[in-house]
């Protein structure tokens, strides 16, 4: 079946990092469009970042550029989003996703197909 688990989630204070990890089964990940979006209590989900299944291009929304790069491995069917500096408006659950448009706007939670449970990132002290 279509699946995608993320993993990496932890409490960190303010200037930390974290790298999250996002597994795909079920297609392979150069196949659909990949984007991470995250979304804070109270809050609607947003989108973080997107990398295009074609030729790896990379978008990201104001709020992280700069701080999160997103990457793809193929053989091991994963994507990962690092996350430098932290700040505590990053506190969220993050959430891979598949299947929808990668452009310069980063992505609409609408149009994408498959989601993972989502993983906790606090930044707090």
């Known amino acids: 079946q279509v699946q995608l688990v993320e993993s990496g989630g932890d409490l960190v204070q303010p200037g930390g990092s974290l790298r999250l990890s996002c597994e795909a089964s079920?297609?392979?990940?150069?196949?659909?469009?990949l984007g991470w979006f995250r979304q804070a209590p109270g809050k609607e989900r947003e989108g973080v970042s997107c990398i295009a299944s074609t030729d790896s291009t990379r978008y990201y929304s104001n709020a992280v550029k700069g701080r999160f790069l997103i990457s793809r491995d193929i053989a091991k069917n994963t994507i990962y989003l690092q996350m430098d500096n932290l700040k505590p408006e990053d506190t969220g659950v993050y959430y891979c996703?598949?299947?929808?448009?990668?452009?310069?706007?980063?992505?609409?939670?609408?149009?994408?197909?498959?989601w993972g449970q989502g993983t906790q990132v606090t930044v707090s002290s």
């Open positions: 079920g297609f392979t990940v150069d196949f659909k469009h």
């Open positions: 996703a598949a299947g929808g448009p990668c452009t310069e706007v980063v992505g609409n939670a609408w149009a994408y197909d498959v």
